[in-house]
Nanobody
Framework: QVQLVESGGGLVQPGGSLRLSCAAA????????IDWFRQAPGKQRELVAA???????NYGDSVKGRFTISRDSIENTVYLQMNSVKPEDTAVYYC????????????WGQGTQVTVSA
């Protein structure tokens, strides 16, 4: 069983920065594609950023140029660096892992709250 644990959420002022972490227990994240999703109250869950096992990245239009997803294989962690945050970035952020070539092996973290407010 793969357990994903997100951390790093909290309260941040508009224009500030925050770094979210997605750590795994029970497996190496290097063989997974990792996505960050977010869900705000009353809204659908949306893709924020994605990174393949090979390191290719993709971003949602609303965060391009502000957020960066990266891997640290030694720490077995995936990060989401959030810069120039806006109030509309307020949401619960979820880490999602899909095993390469095996989409039936998909795992979610419990989520971490990010609140952008003055």
């Amino acid at each position: 069983q793969v357990q994903l644990v997100e951390s790093g959420g909290g309260l941040v002022q508009p224009g500030g920065s925050l770094r979210l972490s997605c750590a795994a227990a029970g497996t190496r994240l290097s063989v997974f594609a990792i996505d960050w999703f977010r869900q705000a109250p009353g809204k659908q869950r949306e893709l924020v950023a994605a990174i393949t096992s090979g390191g290719s990245t993709n971003y949602g239009d609303s965060v391009k140029g502000r957020f960066t997803i990266s891997r640290d294989s030694i720490e077995n962690t995936v990060y989401l660096q959030m810069n120039s945050v806006k109030p509309e970035d307020t949401a619960v952020y979820y880490c999602h892992a899909v095993l390469d070539g095996r989409p039936e092996f998909s795992f979610w973290g419990q989520g971490t709250q990010v609140t952008v407010s003055a």
